[in-house]
Nanobody
């Protein structure tokens, strides 16, 4: 059974930074692409970063240059470094495999105050 456990969210002022972590268990982590997603109230899941098993990354324009995804295969962990946060980044953030999603974890709340 694959488990995804996100952490690192919190309340931060606009312009601040946060680093999210997601520990993955129950699968061969180093072989799977991973992504970070977010869901704001009343909105659908939105992908904010992806990283392949080889470390190639991709971002939508809304976060490009501000967010950085990375992975540590030895720790079965994927990270999301978020800089220059904006109020519109407020959401619950989740990690998952972008192409074959596992059961979603509980997510971690990020709140950016103006």
């Amino acid at each position: 059974q694959v488990q995804l456990v996100e952490s690192g969210g919190g309340l931060v002022q606009a312009g601040g930074s946060l680093r999210l972590s997601c520990v993955v268990s129950g699968t061969i982590f180093r072989l799977i692409p991973m992504g970070w997603f977010r869901q704001a109230p009343g909105k659908q899941h939105e992908v904010v970063a992806t990283i392949t098993s080889g470390g190639s990354t991709n971002y939508p324009d809304s976060v490009k240059g501000r967010f950085t995804v990375s992975r540590d295969n030895a720790k079965n962990t994927v990270y999301l470094q978020m800089n220059t946060l904006r109020p519109e980044d407020t959401a619950v953030y989740y990690c998952n495999s972008p192409f074959s999603p596992y059961p979603w974890g509980q997510g971690t709340q990020v709140t950016v105050s103006s």
